[in-house]
């Protein structure tokens, strides 16, 4: 069993993951198998078909604690239901199709692992930052649910949905967390993990890339603001970066584990987005050009 402090391991030789193991993929038989970068990499060089499979929890995680977690924020549309064994979801590029598509993808995952909204403990969804109208329909999905099955609702930053991933994928425990927030400006926050959780050294903000602020040390980049704008991995002198990473709800339902055995689970109606960008319209110009908020 690996302590809350060691690094990920490696993928076993049979191409399987053992329980335990953070960074697993477990969709079938070992020639069928993953990793969840490989698998990002995968989707967004072929955005159109989304993927499912079954990803292994940490040994530490809650034991029975049923969550389900929905992301938005981005273009990519993530659905996944989990508990401390494993974790089954469908990750792939919505485009503008996240309300068309959420619910359906809801109804695969749990009808897959055999539960009702009622089996939950809690429903966990990105809160942001990302996307207005998409940390909106996450939101709004979250609280509906739960206010049917009578349970609580967290809400996970996704800059930190994004830490967890790099952790996850390659044990980074300092990490410098960006998103193309359109607008030439970026989503940004650094987070340092210590023990099971991350503490945030540099909370969630919206700001120009050239003006992001970094505490001083080694840190890992990890999003897609880096590949908006690679010069800030320079910039910054990170010491590597890896811009494929996107928030996940996998990485959510281990956060929202946490949150949700410490109390921290609110009523539906207390649920509420993360926004650090409180500008919520464009102008013509901007429309015409494509910007988005």
């Known amino acids: 069993m690996r302590s809350s402090g060691d690094q990920p391991s490696a993928l076993s030789r049979s191409g399987n993951f053992a329980l335990g193991t953070p960074g697993?993929?477990?969709g079938g038989s070992a020639s069928t198998c993953e990793t969840?970068?490989?698998?990002?990499?995968?989707?967004?060089?072929?955005?159109?078909?989304?993927?499912?499979?079954?990803?292994?929890?940490?040994?530490?995680?809650i034991a029975a604690m049923r969550i389900l977690a929905i992301d938005c924020?981005?273009?990519?549309?993530?659905?996944?239901?989990?508990?401390?064994?494993?974790?089954?979801?469908?990750?792939?590029?919505?485009g503008q199709s996240h309300s068309q598509l959420a619910l359906a993808w809801i109804d695969e995952v749990l009808a897959e692992r055999g539960w009702r909204t009622g089996?939950?403990?809690?429903?966990?969804?990105?809160a942001g930052p990302g996307t207005f109208t998409g940390?909106?329909?996450?939101?709004?999905?979250?609280?509906?649910?739960?206010?049917?099955?009578?349970?609580?609702?967290?809400?996970?930053?996704?800059l930190e949905a994004?830490?967890?991933?790099?952790?996850?994928?390659?044990?980074?425990?300092?990490?410098l967390a960006c998103l193309d927030a359109r607008m030439r400006e970026v989503y940004v926050a650094a987070y340092e993990r210590s023990g099971d959780s991350w503490f945030p050294q540099a909370v969630p903000a919206v700001t120009k890339p050239g003006d992001v602020d970094l505490p001083a040390g080694e840190w890992f980049g990890a999003g897609g603001g880096f590949a908006a704008y690679p010069e800030l991995a320079a910039l910054k002198r990170l010491s590597a970066?890896?811009?494929?990473?996107?928030?996940?709800?996998s990485s959510i339902v281990e956060l929202a584990a946490r949150r949700l055995r410490s109390g921290e689970g609110v009523g539906p109606g207390e649920a509420l987005p993360l926004y650090v960008r409180h500008r919520v319209a464009l102008t013509s110009a901007e429309r015409a050009a494509g910007e988005r908020l």
């Open 24 to 26: 697993a993929l477990m």
């Open 36 to 61: 969840t970068r490989e698998l990002d990499a995968r989707i967004l060089q072929s955005a159109p078909e989304p993927t499912s499979g079954r990803i292994a929890r940490p040994s530490h995680a």
């Open 73 to 94: 924020s981005t273009e990519a549309l993530s659905v996944a239901a989990g508990d401390a064994v494993d974790t089954t979801h469908r990750h792939g590029h919505a």
């Open 119 to 126: 089996d939950l403990e809690g429903i966990a969804f990105g």
């Open 135 to 158: 940390i909106r329909i996450a939101c709004g999905i979250a609280q509906g649910l739960a206010l049917g099955a009578g349970i609580a609702v967290v809400a996970v930053p996704t």
């Open 162 to 175: 994004i830490a967890q991933q790099a952790w996850r994928l390659h044990g980074a425990t300092r990490v």
């Open 241 to 249: 970066v890896d811009a494929s990473l996107e928030p996940t709800a």
